[in-house]
Structures are given as structure tokens and as C-alpha cells.
């Protein structure tokens, strides 16, 4: 991967980190109003994990010589804590996004520092895409009425 490939990734994923981030705040303030405090701080952990990893891709760039961009990725804002979790896992299987940067990972032979940064957020998509699997499944067994009575604060 070029440094010029290397340095839109980065921009690429930092927009997008960037702007998901701020979905999940908006979702934790509209589910945190609705009483669903349990899901309101997994959307919380959410965006502060997405704001991290948007960071470090900007400070990526900067330390690669690159410019960062500013930019938004339009996102849907759900009143339903099932429409989200259907959209983040949607956005899974369509984006693959694990399987994306697990093949930009293997592409940073010469570049370990961004190889890391990359594996760095493959755990942490996988770990967020596990997570949805798991809710998504629990609502199919316990039903969408008692789950909600389960986010409850």
C-alpha cells in the first residue's frame, strides 16, 4: 500500500469513525430519555470508542506527513433500540467491514505501526459485531418487550 493509499484509508475511516460516533451519542441521549439506561451506555461506550479510534487515525496521518480531512458520513438516527442493532448488524454483513480491515492489515507489510492500528480496530469491530449477534439473539429467545424490560435503568 502506497503512503498516498495508506493516508486516504486513514481519512476514509476517520470521517466515518467521526460521524458514527457522534449517531451513538445522539442514540445514548435518545435511548437514556426513552429509560433504557443499560443500552444508552453501550451506545455511549459506542461513540467513545469510535471517537478514539477516529483520533488515531487522524494523528496517523499527521504522523505520516498526510493532511487530515474534515468530512460527514450521513447516519441514520433510530428510535427503536431493535432498528439499531438490525442496522449494525446489516452494516456488517454488507460493509464486511472486519474482513475489509483485516485485508488492509495484511497489505501493511511495510508499515507497522498502521498494521497495528488496523488489528487494533478489527478487535474491536469484532468484538462490537460478536456483541450485536449476541442482543439480537437474546431479543429472538426472550422476545423484543422483555429484552427492553431488561435495558431498563
Not at 7 to 27: E, G, R, V
Not at 54 to 69: H, I
Not at 73 to 93: S, V, Y
Request: overall charge negative; aromatic content about 10%.
Amino acid at each position: 500500500m502506497t503512503l498516498e493509499e495508506k493516508i486516504t484509508m486513514l481519512n476514509t475511516y476517520a470521517k466515518a469513525w467521526y460521524s458514527s460516533s457522534q449517531a451513538d451519542y445522539i442514540h445514548e441521549a435518545i435511548f437514556r430519555g426513552q429509560g433504557f439506561d443499560k443500552f444508552a451506555d453501550r451506545c455511549k461506550e459506542e461513540g467513545d470508542e469510535e471517537l478514539e479510534e477516529a483520533k488515531n487515525c487522524t494523528a496517523r496521518v499527521v504522523a505520516l506527513g498526510g493532511k487530515p480531512e474534515i468530512g460527514y458520513i450521513e447516519q441514520p438516527t433510530f428510535d427503536e433500540i431493535r432498528d439499531l442493532l438490525q442496522d449494525w448488524h446489516d452494516g456488517f454483513i454488507e460493509q464486511k467491514g472486519v474482513e475489509e480491515l483485516e485485508r488492509i492489515a495484511s497489505e501493511l507489510t511495510d508499515d507497522s505501526i498502521t498494521r497495528k492500528l488496523v488489528e487494533s480496530f478489527i478487535e474491536c469491530e469484532a468484538e462490537h459485531r460478536e456483541w450485536v449477534a449476541q442482543h439480537l439473539a437474546i431479543i429472538k429467545r426472550i422476545g423484543y418487550e422483555n429484552y427492553l424490560i431488561d435495558q431498563l435503568g
